[in-house]
C-alpha cells in the first residue's frame, strides 16, 4: 500500500490514506502503478458497464423501446433524484413489470435533498429508491425477454447472472473460474480479481474493435449512453456525473463503493483502477483527479474546471475551516502507454 493522502486537521496529520493504482493497456500489460496493483479487489458497482452489456446483447433494449437515457440509468449508482426514478419507473413498465419486482432491498436516496424530499412527505423506503434499481430493472427486463424466471434473478445460479459472469470475465481477459464472487450490497453477484485486471476490463472496453461485431456494439452503445447522458449515472453533485460531462468524448468512468474507481480512456485502449485501502470514498474524487492529470488526460486546468471537487478544506460545523486534505502521491511508470 501506498500513501496517496494526508488530512490535516490544523498543521498535525490527523488521517493518512493509502491506496493502490493500478493503469493497464487492453492486453494487461502495466503501464503505471501505485502500492500493490495486483490487489484482490472487488469492483462493486464499477462493475455496472460491463453488467449492462448483456442488457445489450440480449435484445430486450429494442424489444422494449429503452432509451439511450434508460441505458444510462442501468449503468448507474444513481441519485435517487426524481429524473433518475422516473427513468426507472419507465423501464420497467415498458416491459410489463412494476417496482415490487426489484430486488435490490428497500432504501431511501443516496442524494440527501432526495431523501429529505420523501421523508418530507411521509414516504417510506422503497426498492425503486435504491441507487442499483437501475442495474436491476436492466436485468429483469432481460430475464423477461429471454423467458426467464423472474423470482430469482438475482441468484449466481440465475442464467441473467450467469451471463454476466461470463462477460466480466471475458472483459477483464481471464477464465470464470478466475473470478471471486460474494454478495453486493444490493444482493446480487459481487465479482472480485486483481485490480489490474480490473483496469484491463475498462482498457479492453474503451477499445470495442477488439470484440466480436455484436459484443462491440453493445459495448460501444453502453459507454455512449453514459457519456450522452452522464446525470443518469450519477447526478447532482457527483464526480462521475462531473468528468463524463466535461470530457465525455475522452472517457467514461464509473464509482464503486468501499472507494474503487475505475476509468476507460476512449479508443485509447487504457484502464484505471484505483482502490483506498480504508474505504475513504471522500478521497476518491481528488485522487482520480490527480491520475487523469498526471497521466495526461486533463490538463491542472481543466481540473480545476470541477469547483465541487477542488475546495481540499476540512470544515466543522460552524462552517469554519479547520483542516485540509493534501495529495501525496506520484504514479510509478512501468511501460510506455
Known amino acids: ?65 429503452i432509451t439511450q437515457r434508460e441505458l444510462a440509468v442501468i449503468c448507474a449508482s444513481h441519485n435517487g433524484e426524481p429524473f433518475h426514478i422516473e427513468a426507472v419507473e419507465s423501464i420497467l413498465r415498458k416491459a ?5 419486482d426489484l430486488h435490490c432491498g428497500a432504501e431511501y436516496p443516496m442524494y440527501v435533498p432526495a431523501e429529505d424530499a420523501l421523508k418530507l412527505a411521509g414516504v417510506p423506503r422503497a426498492p425503486i429508491y435504491c441507487d442499483c434499481s437501475g442495474k436491476h430493472a436492466g436485468m ?18 440465475h442464467p441473467v447472472q450467469r451471463r454476466i459472469l461470463s462477460v466480466f470475465a471475458d472483459m477483464c481477459g481471464v477464465e470464470e473460474s478466475e473470478v471471486r ?23 479492453r472496453m474503451s477499445l470495442p474493435s477488439l470484440f466480436d461485431p455484436a459484443r462491440a456494439a453493445a459495448v460501444r452503445r453502453v459507454t455512449s449512453a453514459m457519456t450522452a447522458h452522464p446525470e443518469m449515472v450519477a447526478g447532482s453533485e457527483r464526480i462521475c456525473t462531473q ?24 479508443d485509447r485502449g487504457i484502464g484505471i483502477a484505483l482502490k483506498m485501502e480504508d474505504g475513504a470514498s471522500s478521497i476518491v474524487p481528488y485522487a482520480i483527479l490527480s491520475v487523469l492529470t498526471q497521466l ?27 483542516g485540509r486534505t493534501e495529495l501525496v502521491f506520484r504514479l510509478e511508470p512501468c511501460g510506455v502507454a
Open 1 to 65: 500500500m501506498a500513501d496517496i493522502a494526508y488530512q490535516y486537521r490544523g498543521e498535525l496529520v490527523d488521517q493518512v490514506h493509502g491506496g493502490h493504482i493500478a493503469v493497464t493497456d487492453h492486453t494487461g500489460r502495466l503501464l503505471w502503478k501505485l502500492g500493490d496493483p495486483e490487489r484482490l479487489t472487488f469492483a462493486r458497482s464499477s462493475a455496472k458497464p460491463i453488467q449492462a452489456v448483456p442488457v445489450a446483447e440480449s435484445g430486450a433494449l429494442e424489444h422494449y423501446g
Open 181 to 203: 464472487l460474494a454478495v453486493d450490497g444490493c444482493g446480487v453477484p459481487v465479482h472480485a480479481l486483481p485490480l489490474s485486471r480490473l483496469a484491463q476490463g475498462y482498457a
Open 296 to 322: 495526461g488526460v486533463i490538463t491542472p486546468e481543466e481540473a480545476c474546471s470541477l469547483p465541487s471537487f477542488q475546495d481540499r478544506n476540512l470544515y466543522n460545523n460552524h462552517h469554519a475551516v479547520v
Open 140 to 157: 429483469l427486463i432481460t430475464a423477461r425477454h429471454l423467458g426467464e424466471p423472474l423470482e430469482n434473478y438475482i441468484s449466481p445460479d
Open 96 to 100: 410489463g413489470l412494476s417496482p415490487s
Open 243 to 266: 468528468l463524463m460531462a466535461a470530457f465525455g468524448e475522452r472517457l467514461f468512468c464509473k464509482s464503486g463503493a468501499s472507494a474503487f474507481y475505475a476509468v476507460g480512456l476512449r
